[in-house]
Structures are given as structure tokens and as C-alpha cells.
């Protein structure tokens, strides 16, 4: 029974159905739980469909102009058009190129010093 009713749920929550078989499925629906969960889910299902088929809203009236006045003002573009002070993207390149020899020659180290270290203890 639960299958048939389940079938009949979205035409009974659009309101589709014949009187009989519409009362049929409430009386059904009011015994049984499961059915009351799919139920509620479809009427969200076709109340969120809904909500979308609806005309979206226009937007305020000026909107545009406020939107194109901001955008032509200098210090907005001024702002946005180059990199931040102190930003590491090439702002120091000197720097980040010594770190990275730094940081390769302390790795190379490390590793030599592993490497010599783990072929001592496997000699004894």
C-alpha cells in the first residue's frame, strides 16, 4: 500500500488528484509515518519549486549609477591596481632568493649528515 501511496504523493501535493483517491491517501497518510516523511518532503520539494518559478526581484532603481560612480572614483582603482606594499609576490626578490639557497644548502647539510650518520652505525 505504502508504494502506491508514495507513487500518488506528488500528485496529491499538487493538488491533482480525484476526491476519492485524494482522501484515500489522507486517511493513509494519517496512519502511517513513513509515508507522512516522504509527504512532508515532497510539499518542501514543491513549495522550494515553487519558490524558483517565482519572478526573481528587480534590483533598486539607482543601483547601477551608485555601483558606476563608486567604480570611477581614483582611489578605488588606485587601490586595486597593484600588488600590496611588503607583499612576497616579488616584492623582495633578493630576498627570497637568498632564503632559498639558505634553505637548500641547510637541507643538503642535513641530509649529508644523516646520510653519514646512518652509514657509521651500519658499519659496526
Known amino acids: 500500500m505504502c508504494t502506491e501511496v508514495q507513487g500518488q504523493l506528488p500528485a496529491y501535493v499538487g493538488r491533482s488528484l480525484p476526491r476519492l483517491r485524494r482522501r484515500l491517501v489522507g486517511l493513509h497518510l494519517r ?9 512532508s518532503a515532497q510539499r518542501d520539494l514543491a513549495a ?3 519558490a524558483l518559478a517565482a519572478p526573481p526581484e528587480s534590483p533598486p532603481d ?3 549609477d551608485a555601483l558606476l560612480a563608486q567604480a570611477a572614483e581614483p582611489g578605488l582603482k588606485a587601490r586595486a591596481a597593484g600588488p600590496a606594499r611588503g607583499a612576497v609576490s616579488g616584492a623582495r626578490p633578493a ?3 637568498a632564503l632559498l639557497v639558505a634553505g637548500a644548502a ?3 647539510g642535513l641530509g649529508y649528515a644523516g646520510w653519514r ?3 657509521r652505525v651500519s658499519r659496526r
Open 31 to 39: 496512519r502511517c509515518p513513513l509515508c507522512q516523511q516522504t509527504f
Open 48 to 50: 522550494g519549486l515553487r
Open 62 to 64: 539607482g543601483l547601477l
Open 95 to 97: 630576498l627570497s632568493a
Open 106 to 108: 641547510v637541507g643538503t
Open 117 to 119: 650518520g646512518w652509514r
